[in-house]
């Protein structure tokens, strides 16, 4: 099993920032491509933005310019950089995760979620 793990999110006034961070642990062989998504109070889970294994990035047009994705592949870790906030960004923020296990099953993982909550 792939287990992933989010944390940094919070409260914080419109035009403020913050960095979320999701880790993967478990008897994975890699980690592919990762990627971030969120879900307003009664909507849809929706992307936000994707990272490849390589680096490459892809946003949703709304946080263009605003959020940027990384990852550290040495921590199995992705990052989202979340600036000029604004109150619609609230929402419940999951990292999402593709992998190869050991015995070469391939398969994703989500995290449980954390909390962005902006104020205007």
């Known amino acids: 099993q792939v287990r992933l793990v989010e944390s940094g999110g919070g409260l914080v006034q419109a035009g403020g920032s913050l960095r979320l961070s999701c880790a993967a642990s478990g008897s994975f062989l890699r980690i592919n491509a990762m990627a971030w998504y969120r879900q307003a109070p009664g909507k849809q889970r929706d992307l936000v933005a994707t990272?490849?294994?390589?680096?490459?990035?892809n946003y949703v047009d709304s946080v263009k310019g605003r959020f940027t994705i990384s990852r550290d592949n040495a921590k199995n870790t992705v990052y989202l950089q979340m600036n000029s906030l604004k109150p619609e960004d609230t929402a419940v923020y999951h990292c999402?995760?593709?992998?190869?296990?050991?015995?070469?099953?391939?398969?994703?993982?989500w995290g449980q979620g954390t909390l962005v909550t902006v104020s205007s």
């Open positions: 990272i490849s294994s390589g680096g490459e990035t």
């Open positions: 999402n995760a593709g992998y190869i296990m050991r015995t070469f099953l391939i398969g994703d993982a």
